[in-house]
């Protein structure tokens, strides 16, 4: 019987899917997937903030594995919460593509006066290198981002360099250097996520690459430290057991910032629990703007 896969409509979570499944292929493993909409696909008027942050790309597809119509998801791994349903694991974490952002504008970097984002990193990000920036909100996928650009709603938007790469696409901007704008926490990384069932993790440990697993594992460990979800301005970047993580203020006028070689978890809790010291005014300061609990 083939393994079933769930996954996400969008043109960017299908070629996802489909690099999984050329893999599996590769291994004599026979799959097929099925499109399930989550509310993050549905509900794309109002940022991510407002209807739940990173879980809701991700809730419906927990479901259906846990209710056995699916017998795993795969996930741009950014969009996993930190928190997860009890049995299920993340099965497989597949070699890192670009972890950086990617600015697309018009003309020039210099002449971007309307940026268009809803990520409250990335708008921190931009204040802090620019405060005269007017920053204005876009949600959507890559193709409706892209076709706002295009029809001049902004000079420039902000995306994520991975999903332009897994779509094909070249178009005009820049790569963002991940060390000065810190991307999200396991941004350009793919998951597929699973039940705990030995037999499934054992088909997808063929996927599974050890060293951006230990990578993306200890910017998850700072992150279910800082506990900001995706409501603060953070940027969370381990590269071969170099950690960057940094809090901004929502208008980017502060940061505070650590940086430090890692060689176990627990390491990359310790500085996740120094980070969290310095700047939970800030990460207090975002939920209350932005009139979150901090039960999320």
Not at 39 to 63: M, S
Not at 244 to 267: C, H, M, N, P, Q
Request: charged residues 25%; proline residues 4%.
């Amino acid at each position: 019987m083939p393994v079933r896969i769930g996954t996400r409509g969008s043109k960017l979570a299908l070629a996802q899917t489909r690099t999984v499944v050329q893999k599996l292929a590769g291994l004599g493993i026979d799959a097929e997937f099925e499109i399930i909409a989550t509310q993050g696909d549905t509900t794309t008027q109002v940022p991510l903030h407002e209807i739940g942050g990173q879980g809701v790309f991700v809730r419906a597809l927990d479901d259906a594995i846990l209710e056995g119509r699916i017998d795993c998801a795969v996930h741009s791994m950014k969009d996993i919460p930190a928190f997860r349903p009890l049995g299920l694991v993340t099965a497989a974490i597949l070699a890192r593509d670009s972890p950086a952002d990617f600015i697309a504008y018009h003309d020039s970097i210099a002449a971007v006066q309307v940026l268009g984002t809803s990520s409250t990193r990335r708008r921190a990000q931009f204040l802090r290198h620019d405060p005269d920036l007017t920053i204005k909100d876009l949600r959507g996928n890559v193709d409706t981002r892209l076709r706002k650009l295009a029809e001049k709603e902004y000079d420039a938007i902000l995306l994520a360099e991975a999903g332009l790469q897994r779509l094909g696409l070249t178009i005009k901007g820049e790569r963002m250097d991940p060390e000065i704008f810190v991307p999200s926490p396991n941004q350009g990384t793919i998951a597929v996520v699973s039940k705990a069932d030995p037999s499934l993790q054992e088909v997808f440990s063929a996927l599974d690459h050890p060293g951006t697993r230990a990578d993306v594992m200890a910017e998850r460990a700072v992150m279910e430290e800082l506990g900001g979800g995706c409501f603060t301005p953070l940027g969370i970047f381990c590269r071969d057991g170099h950690l960057i993580a940094e809090v901004l203020s929502l208008d980017g006028r502060r940061t505070e910032r650590i940086e430090a070689d890692v060689k176990t978890f627990e390491e990359a809790r310790e500085q996740g629990r120094v980070l969290r010291g310095r700047a939970q005014d800030l990460i207090d300061d975002a939920f209350r703007r932005l009139g979150i609990t901090h039960g999320g």
